[in-house]
């Protein structure tokens, strides 16, 4: 068994060697990583893994290029633990980016009116 840490939140939970990142994360009623089909095709768990050691399953180039893969993102329904891991959701985070930045465009045409 390895465990998994979720960099900037704290939380940590254990992962079988068998079992990927993602379903683990869910068996213990975890959110930090949205979820779409589990299956590796859509994109929505992309995770970067920044320290330990995995392995991968087939993910969708749609979703996650070489050069992504090289650079140590991955998707968390198809990366399994070989050590502990610490892993950062970047999807999610990038959303709530993108999110903020539209809010302060939205402000700042408001305030040049």
Same mark, same amino acid.
């Given at each position: 068994?390895?465990? &998994? =840490? ?17 379903r %683990?994360?869910? %068996?213990?009623?975890?959110r +930090? ?7 590796? +095709?859509?994109?929505?768990?992309? &995770? ?14 749609a979703?996650?290029?070489?050069? =992504?893969?090289?650079?140590?993102? &991955?998707? %968390? ?9 610490? *892993?950062?959701? &970047? ?5 709530? *980016?993108?999110?903020?930045? =539209? ?7 408001? +305030?040049?009116?």
């Amino acid at each position: 068994m390895h465990t &998994v =840490e979720i960099a900037g939140s704290g939380q940590r939970y254990p992962c079988a060697p068998e079992q990927n990142l993602l379903r %683990a994360m869910e %068996a213990l009623g975890k959110r +930090g990583i949205p979820a779409g089909c589990r299956g590796g +095709g859509c994109g929505g768990c992309k &995770v970067r893994i920044e320290a330990g050691r995995y392995r991968t399953g087939k993910m969708s180039r749609a979703c996650l290029s070489a050069e =992504e893969e090289g650079s140590g993102l &991955v998707l %968390a329904c198809k990366a399994y633990p070989d050590s502990d891991i610490r *892993l950062r959701p &970047v999807a999610l985070l990038q959303r709530c *980016l993108d999110r903020q930045r =539209e809010r302060q465009r939205e402000q700042e045409a408001k +305030g040049s009116t």
